[in-house]
């Protein structure tokens, strides 16, 4: 079961339950000392327990938001003294360059454990690479296996009627043994920092009371952005939300990153060509329809947008239903299977397609002596040229820009 509670709420809890293992442990003290005087320590009840032993349930406090740069600003400053590959905010970062905060990947998050807190098999969102800092007192223990295993993992859950993406699962070690799965195994002390790579998959079982603090990153290599958008497309398969929007990613690394690795760039490009073909294809249905168009634009920090009908992204041409006063964002497929004549839906426009082609035109491999950069600020808005159209006849939008239900990113 599912409940929130505060930071301080669980560190009380923590305190509580390290008291009780304290108790029950000189008690067991005790009862062995007074065997040991009556000559009974080592032998064997002759009666059976009335009762079985009934499994403790235990708390996890997962998720805890860091991202307050003010509440949290010790905590934060501290981890600037980290590598720059490791950091959580970075120009050589791809989730530095998202665009808004995704909580938990480009931002801080906590989890508070006492022993037999469990985090189940998984792969980080859309295969990106993660740092983990256990702060202590107690130590947690990693089971990890490379990303190259993941299909032979994902037939397993299968076989035993799991969901391998969106699933509880603890791997039983000896059926890896037995498929020939290679595994990690080690131990997290305190003050040590785990770097989980591209695609591996992993499970973590606490071993005494401790806090970790823990984040995702996203190197700029041609392996992280394929992996990332093998999943991606994955995701939309199996009809799962890609909690990174990597159309918006693409285009904001396009504009923003100097990208020298020849591999990468062309991986980039490819992206950014099918995106635009696919606007510019839409844009003509729509117009052969006789479809007004809206413009929307895109406020800085604002969210990305995914279809309620399959959980993928929805970048630039958003197909907006109001149903009990709520507006709704689907994507063109999902919009024309609930309406196929679109005449409950409004289509708003956040980019002019001029100005999608004026990044994809400019868009290069940098020499070496180019160094990637940070934005002022985490932005969104494409156009690095002044706008060409006008704007003012167009149709409202139905609702005005900045009170956009925008989504939140789920719990990780």
């Known amino acids: 079961s599912r409940s929130l509670i505060s930071i301080g709420d669980y560190t009380?809890?923590?305190?509580?339950?390290?008291?009780?293992?304290?108790?029950?442990h000189q008690l067991d003290e005790i009862i062995t000392a007074q065997q040991r005087e009556c000559g009974e320590v080592g032998k064997v009840a002759k009666k059976p327990?009335?009762?079985?032993?009934?499994?403790?349930?235990?708390?996890?406090?997962?998720?805890?938001?860091?991202?307050?740069?003010?509440?949290?600003?010790?905590?934060?400053?501290?981890?600037?003294?980290?590598?720059?590959f490791c950091k959580v905010s970075a120009a050589s970062n791809m989730l530095s360059h998202v665009g808004h905060t995704i909580l938990g990947m480009n931002s801080v998050q906590l989890y508070m454990k006492v022993p037999g807190c469990r985090t189940p098999g998984h792969q980080e969102n859309n295969?990106?690479?993660s740092v983990n800092l256990n702060i202590g007192p107690g130590d947690c223990e990693w089971f990890a296996v490379a990303n190259c295993y993941w299909g032979v993992l994902h037939r397993l859950c299968e076989r035993k009627k799991l969901n391998f993406l969106t699933g509880s699962w603890w791997p039983i070690l000896e059926d890896l043994e037995d498929h020939g799965i290679p595994v990690y195994r080690f131990v997290q002390k305190a003050g040590d920092l785990?770097?989980?790579?591209?695609?591996?998959?992993?499970?973590?079982?606490s071993l005494g009371w401790c806090n970790n603090v823990?984040?995702?990153?996203?190197?700029?290599?041609?392996?992280q952005y394929r992996s990332a958008m093998e999943r991606y497309e994955w995701n939309k398969v199996?009809?799962?939300?890609?909690?990174?929007?990597?159309?918006?990613?693409?285009?904001?690394l396009a504009r923003d990153v100097p990208i020298q690795d020849s591999e990468l760039f062309k991986q980039i490009r490819a992206t950014l060509e099918k995106e635009l073909d696919g606007i510019r294809g839409s844009l003509s249905r729509l117009y052969v329809e006789e479809r007004s168009v809206a413009w929307h634009g895109r406020e800085i920090g604002e969210s990305s947008y995914y279809c309620r009908g399959c959980d993928s992204e929805v970048f630039n041409l958003l197909f907006v239903t109001k149903?009990?006063?709520?507006?709704?964002?689907?994507?063109?497929?999902?919009?024309?299977?609930?309406?196929?004549?679109?005449?409950?839906?409004?289509?708003?426009?956040?980019?002019?397609?001029?100005?999608?082609?004026?990044?994809?035109d400019r868009f290069s491999v940098q020499s070496s002596h180019?160094?990637?950069?940070?934005?002022?600020?985490?932005?969104?808005?494409?156009?690095s040229r002044p706008s060409s159209k006008d704007h003012s006849n167009d149709i409202s939008p139905p609702w005005p820009s900045s009170t956009v239900p925008a989504p939140t990113a789920p719990a990780l």
């Open 194 to 205: 785990v770097w989980v790579n591209t695609g591996c998959v992993h499970w973590v079982q």
């Open 49 to 84: 327990l009335k009762k079985a032993a009934v499994l403790k349930q235990v708390k996890f406090g997962t998720n805890g938001d860091l991202s307050d740069e003010v509440k949290f600003a010790p905590q934060l400053t501290e981890l600037q003294k980290l590598p720059e």
């Open 238 to 252: 199996q009809n799962t939300k890609s909690i990174v929007p990597m159309r918006q990613l693409s285009w904001n």
């Open 127 to 129: 295969n990106f690479c």
């Open 214 to 223: 823990a984040w995702n990153v996203g190197p700029l290599s041609p392996h």
């Open 323 to 360: 149903r009990e006063n709520e507006h709704i964002v689907y994507c063109e497929t999902c919009a024309r299977q609930n309406d196929a004549q679109l005449d409950s839906f409004t289509v708003l426009q956040q980019f002019e397609t001029e100005d999608l082609q004026f990044v994809l």
């Open 370 to 383: 180019s160094q990637p950069s940070l934005p002022l600020a985490i932005t969104s808005p494409i156009p």
């Open 12 to 24: 009380e809890y923590q305190r509580q339950s390290q008291l009780e293992a304290i108790q029950e």
